[in-house]
């Protein structure tokens, strides 16, 4: 996994060669501030020409130039993944067209196992460095995290461009930003959309917006239009099987060449008959109903619609809802604000209430359903929860799926949950859960009603983004017209016809911890992972300045590493070791610490593999008296 952090192209900071050679051509960067949005009249005016597939000229390999430079014309359009292409969340797509820049989400990735302490990753701007003034707007699809989680950081970073997005997105967003540093959320420039027919121009770009559905309210689709190709971009979505679904036959009104960036996280689903809302809801609604004590949800806090649906459906039978997990307890907060939930004041009630009030009228929604450690499920699991006991009597609903990497410890969780509880109810026995993202059935039919004149799948790991290339092709869609981007891939239109440049732009990722951003390096990273696997061992010496003789006995600490107390031969064999590494000095020429240092941790690094097959990391410190 270490090859994951190794920068794509060069290090991280400032375009890289072949850009910065364009750049020098483009035009000096406006220094007015953006344009004031203002409605268009709509995209009919574009309807006038109709599209002939035969007229398209295709992508042509050969003719892309070694250099895979690109002509800074003022009519293309470039399409920049800088994250989303290569793992699920930290999405985030720049499109560029001449002097203008629109960029659309800023998510965050949430960390791989081999990241120890990292809180999350965030995109890597290094690119827009310098091309600021250029930002007219950053768009956001929805509210999710891998969709806004970073958009605290580098809004602030890009010197605030105005950020567009419907209401329950950008009232995410700025809470957001109010809990990562009070008073930032003042600071942001917010167009609301307020309908799905709201049209905006930026500088040469005309944004639009269609309906989608997906797990959170007020998902949108986002179009971009500019004159070298318009972008049709659901952002996530799915396409449920219920009465009232959302068609995209309308999208293929949108002239050509229309662009169609897919997320395509369901490319490998096969299921045809996928379970629908309608069906879930009532299985959710019947064990509520007839739960013979308290009910315990676990599910994700991004599910915020489901979350709004099952509390209103709490007070309706008469129950009380308590809500546990930070992120659930904000999100049902802002949607109750903006009156996406509608409830009662007293149907929800405070977690330390739930014990006076009988327990079959209790409902807990929490976040856990995945075994993160800290989260409500598994604090309650584990007893360590300050007021809710586990009961024979309780039922838990895992209305979840279980994200890959977790099946492990979710595992655990629910073997831990069948020990205490009669009644656990996940996925296997029942279904509790819908995911918010469409099948294979789902990506052909998207793909059928737009009628794309190009395709990139996007936002998920590559093998989907692949995969969903092959569904394309499975129902005629031309090969030779769809593009797999990777993050940093710089994809051109211009002329109906697509170039991608042969450099990427610099992704590599950029961490947050605590309160750093990108201050934690791979070595950093390294240094964590080594610290994880064999620990270290701190060996201090006293040595004379002048004839580099140690004095005294050399000290030993270990930590991760060996129990001291249990492993005393070796400590002290240790000691020995360290002894003869310092005492072979030429004690003729004066000390050099940082050769004693060298030689304690290569020498002493070796011996201790010998005895224990392990390599913790070592730190000599040597002190001159
Ligand atoms: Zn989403």
Redesign the pocket.
Known sequence: MVEKIQPKQQRRGGPNRHHRNNFQNAKPIQTKTPETPKPLDSFDRFRGKIFRRRDMKIHDESKTSQSGSLTSSNETLRVIPIGGCEEVGRNMTVFEYGNDIIILDMGIQFPEEDMPGIDYIIPNISYLRGKEKNIRAVIF??G?L??IGAAQILLEKLGYPPVVGRNFTLAMIKKRMEDYAPGSAKKLKTILVKTINDRFTFGKFKIGFFDIE???MD?VGVILGTPSGNIIHP??WTISTGSERVTYNHLSKIPSPRILMLESLGATDFRTDPVSDKEMYANLQMLIDKAPGRVIIGTFS?QIKRVGKLIEYAEKIGKKVALEGFSMKSNVEIAQTLGYIKVAKNTLIPINEVNNIPDEKVVIICTGAQGEGNAALSRIVADNHRFVRLKKKDTIIFSSSVIPGNERTVQRLKDNLYRKCDNVIHTNLMDVHVS??TNAAGIKEIIKQIKPDFFIPVYANHYFLKEAAKRAVEIGFPKERIIVPDNGSVIEFKDKQFKVAENKIDTSYVFVDGLGVGDVSQIVLRDRQVLAEDGMIVVIVQIDNKTGKLIGSPDIISRGFIFMKEHKDLIEATRQKVRDITTDKDSKTEADPDDIKNSLRNELGQFLFQKTQRRPMILPVVIEV
């Open positions: 699809s929805h999710h891998d969709h997906h797990s959170i998902a952002g996530d991004s918010g993202h």
